[in-house]
């Protein structure tokens, strides 16, 4: 049976490292469809099981965090994405030294 865009893009979420971050458009092109980026979003409001997927790391491309984050707002992201080491640079995440550096393949 085939996967669900929403099951594909769990599966990459589960596969960033702790004290990492992707983007949406990383994720979406990762889960097989870069045009993905807001079903990336849908998907991870909706995200069934957030003790098996880190929705938390997840950020825009410039490594902003989410105003409408699923489970607490922007500040309940931050706090998750510090308590892993994730750095901070102007309220921003520090994408040059957190981003994952997964290949596209």
């Not at 707002?73 to 750095?87: I, Y």
Request: with cysteine; proline share 5%; charged share 25%.
């Amino acid at each position: 049976m085939e996967q669900s865009a929403f099951e594909k893009i769990y599966e990459v979420v589960r596969q960033i490292p702790y004290g990492q971050v992707a983007t949406y458009g990383q994720v979406a092109a990762l889960a097989g469809n870069k045009r993905w980026a807001r079903v990336v979003g849908y998907a991870l409001h909706a995200n069934p099981d957030p003790d098996q997927i880190p929705c938390y790391r997840v950020v825009n491309k410039e490594g902003r965090v989410s105003d409408a984050f699923a489970f607490g707002g922007g500040n309940r992201q931050v706090e998750l994405l510090l308590a892993e080491g994730v750095s901070f640079v102007d309220g921003c995440v520090d994408m040059k030294r957190c981003q994952w550096e997964k290949p596209l393949y």
